[in-house]
């Protein structure tokens, strides 16, 4: 055990260091032993990889019976599956697209992506308040898509890049100089292709364009861009994303941008190449005060963007309520106000607070790539059923967009 003069030995020798030395040291500390860590968690090289589905999963995902995707099975035609060592069969999402196309064949609505003359969604989930749960919503959004067969592109552009790690991708490790957004949006010559920055996942169906703290530069760069006068209206900093997004308009039915909790300009970017909007809103008084400041201020700064020349039409714009916990009542006073205040802009399913959803994150999963037997049934029952309603009534809003029933 340290005496107390060998602590305060150790302080003084740590306040010997200026704030930037200790901070600096600090990092280099932390970065190492996050490497070992991660080594530990997932071993070296190690890629994620999406799980198999049993038969009953796959066919809530197709939207038909457990035993018509056992019949499909049997039946060849293209359809392929593995048995496991107790005679289940499992089939992995590519299987379950296989299956789904073989339907779409002959009923066209089992094909969820977009139909001739139906625009690219961007959805863009936002606000101010940092851990009111956009990255959550934002990566079980994109997933609940892709698993319906839905091509999606998640888009990070919080430079903490949170939702490039839940994908895979370790934002200090695997994402270098100029393989973000930040490239295809940026002023200057080293700007490059957006499709150049677009990633495979290990998730059939998702692509993403990873963040890292390089996105910070365009915060930087903009207000001197936006003081010279001889610039292109069209390349202002509120048109870059969209522009961006416009070239891989072809290959995606939905974009998911997970915004950073700052109110600049990358998410007033964000805003205008959407299409929708998703604010997340975690149920309790001090974040709902701080959602009016947001609410104010986006207002203020889109009406400027909007002068400007900005495109600010949108199909819908939804509060999100995020892990919500139903035995607060407090928290059930704050929703029933939100609600009789915005009405039917207040999403009527809302993300309950699960540790299914905390537990899978430990591990970098969302609750879907969590299989149920890994952890408590009805815990696992009761997160997946709060996730799928949320997001199954933002796919009814696709849709509606795309005028269908
Ligand atoms: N439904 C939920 N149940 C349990 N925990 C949740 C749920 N949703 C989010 N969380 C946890 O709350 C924390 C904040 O969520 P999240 O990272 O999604 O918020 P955020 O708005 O993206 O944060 P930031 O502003 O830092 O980007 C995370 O630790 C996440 O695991
Ligand atoms: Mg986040």
Redesign the pocket.
């Known amino acids: 055990m340290l005496t107390k003069a060998a602590i305060v030995e150790k302080a003084r020798k740590t306040n010997d260091r200026s704030i930037d030395e200790t901070i600096a040291h600090d990092a280099s500390v932390l970065s190492g032993q996050l490497q070992i860590l991660f080594e530990k968690l997932f071993s070296p090289n190690a890629q994620k990889e999406l799980r198999r589905f049993s038969s009953a999963e796959a066919a809530r995902l197709l939207g038909v019976t457990d035993s018509y995707v056992r019949h499909l099975a049997t039946q060849g035609d293209g359809v392929t599956s593995e048995k496991t060592t107790g005679g289940r069969r499992t089939f992995s999402l590519e299987e379950v697209n296989t299956i789904r196309s073989h339907l779409g064949r002959t009923k066209p609505s089992y094909l969820p992506g977009r139909r001739e003359g139906d625009h690219l969604q961007v959805i863009a989930v936002t606000?101010f308040k940092?851990?009111?749960?956009?990255?959550?919503?934002s990566v079980h959004l994109a997933q609940y898509l892709a698993l319906r067969g839905y091509r999606v592109l998640a888009v990070d552009l919080?430079p903490?890049a949170?939702m490039s790690a839940m994908l895979g991708f370790q934002p200090e490790f695997d994402v270098g100089e100029n393989e973000t957004l930040y490239g295809a949006i940026r002023y200057d010559g080293s700007r490059r292709n957006v499709a150049d920055v677009v990633r495979k996942t290990y998730f059939t169906g998702l692509d993403l364009i990873p963040g890292n703290l390089e996105l910070h530069e365009f915060e930087h760069d903009t207000p001197t861009a936006l003081a010279d006068s001889s610039r292109n209206e069209n390349e202002m900093f509120f048109m870059r994303v969209g522009n961006a997004l416009q070239s891989l308009e072809g290959n995606y039915d939905v974009v998911v941008i997970?915004c950073?909790?700052t109110l600049g300009f990358l998410t007033l970017s964000a805003l205008c190449a959407a299409t929708s909007v998703l604010i997340?809103v975690h149920p309790q008084m001090l974040d709902v005060a701080s959602m009016n400041q947001f609410l104010a201020m986006t207002s203020d700064l889109l009406s400027v963007v909007k002068e400007a020349g900005g495109n600010l039409q949108y199909d819908w714009m939804r509060y999100l309520i995020?892990?919500y916990e139903p035995n607060d009542g407090p928290q059930a006073q704050i929703v029933a106000f939100l609600r009789s205040l915005f009405g039917e802009r207040v999403l009527t399913s809302m993300?309950?607070?699960?540790?299914a959803?905390?537990d899978a994150?430990l591990s970098k999963q969302t609750i879907y790539e969590a299989g149920r037997e890994t952890m408590h049934r009805q815990t696992y029952d009761r997160g997946v059923e709060s996730m799928d309603s949320v997001n199954g009534e933002v796919d009814q809003l696709i849709r509606s967009a795309w005028s269908r029933t």
């Open positions: 606000n940092g851990g009111s749960g956009k990255t959550t919503s919080d903490q949170s997970d950073p909790p997340t995020t892990r993300m309950v607070k699960s540790t959803v905390s994150g």
